[in-house]
């Protein structure tokens, strides 16, 4: 009979994923971060101290008004040289800047020495929910196959709610491509087991949706990314990511954001789109699975059979 648990267990829905908490900020970081000689298209939310050189934000953020704040930042902020558009900077603490107007959307402006109670962003309570979820994520069964084929790592998903993957940083690592194919409209959630994790030079291709993709480095306190398009949204609430070059489509959710002396990555606009609480995986296998599920219920049936056999 513990066999037959075990099985149906194995197919078990889980519940939907989101990441509404993130305040659709393209970049949301709890420590600190260094923006240099690149861009985020998107809004950028820093919990701790910003240092902002020839970069720019917010060239592609949903709509132009002088009170969103698209640069958000909880400690100081240090900027020279670079634009934020499509609205306002806020600073917790204190703002050292090039000298000119670092905002330039009509009526938009700088405003510093706020405090954490003065921002448009509570840092404390998105922390708090967002690890809670990373941590929780991990925990969903998984419902996909995912397996090395060569040096590509494949990622195989029927459901048409959610698609569950576990994997290890190692095996993410060590795979030269990243082939992610799962049911037209699905969303996909990719668990990452590790403290130490490296997300660099590979291609990444399939039939999925960018924007309904979630890498969940659930375990990691330091991602490494270089040399790489990622397509998908990243949720690494206690790393220290380091962001060399290359590209993200997606949110990255992160404790602390930095590149190498030259710059960092780019950040484009794609956010995430929450998966439906109406919608949840499903709870009836494919057919590979309805074919194990029927071997081990046969299994279970000889060996209950024996038993009682045995007890005649």
Known sequence: MSLLLLAAASVAPAGSIGLSEAGGFNLLVWG???????????????????????????????AANSSTGVFVVGGNLTANNGQVSRGSVY??????????????????????????????????SAQSALSGKSTAYAGFAANGL??????????????????????????LASASG????????SHVLINVSGSVADFSSKGIWG???????????????????????????????????????????????????????????EMHQHPFVDQPSSHPPQSVPDSGSTAWLALLTLVGLVAARRWQVGRR
């Not at 050292?96 to 905002?103: D, E, Q, V």
């Not at 960018?210 to 949204?233: C, D, P, V, W």
């Open 207 to 265: 039939t999925f949706d960018r924007t309904q993709t979630l890498f969940n480095f659930y375990q990691a306190t330091s991602l490494e990314m270089k040399n790489i398009g990622i397509e998908g949204s990243i949720l690494a609430p206690f790393a220290d990511v380091k962001f060399w070059s290359g590209q993200m489509n997606g949110q990255l959710i992160a404790n602390s954001f930095r590149g190498e002396t030259w710059g960092v990555g």
């Open 32 to 62: 600190n971060a260094t923006l240099l000689n690149s861009d985020t298209e998107g809004s950028v939310a820093v919990g701790g101290n910003a240092s902002f050189n020839s970069y720019s934000i917010g060239t592609q953020s949903p």
């Open 178 to 185: 990243l082939a992610i194919n799962a049911a037209p409209g």
């Open 91 to 124: 600073v917790g603490g204190t703002y050292s800047g090039p000298g000119y107007n670092l905002t330039s959307a009509p009526g938009s402006g700088v405003s510093s020495g706020l405090g954490a109670g003065g921002l448009p962003f509570d840092f404390s």
């Open 146 to 171: 995912a397996q090395m084929d060569f040096s590509t790592l494949t990622l195989t998903g029927t459901d048409t709610g959610l698609n569950v993957f576990n994997i290890t940083a190692s095996q």
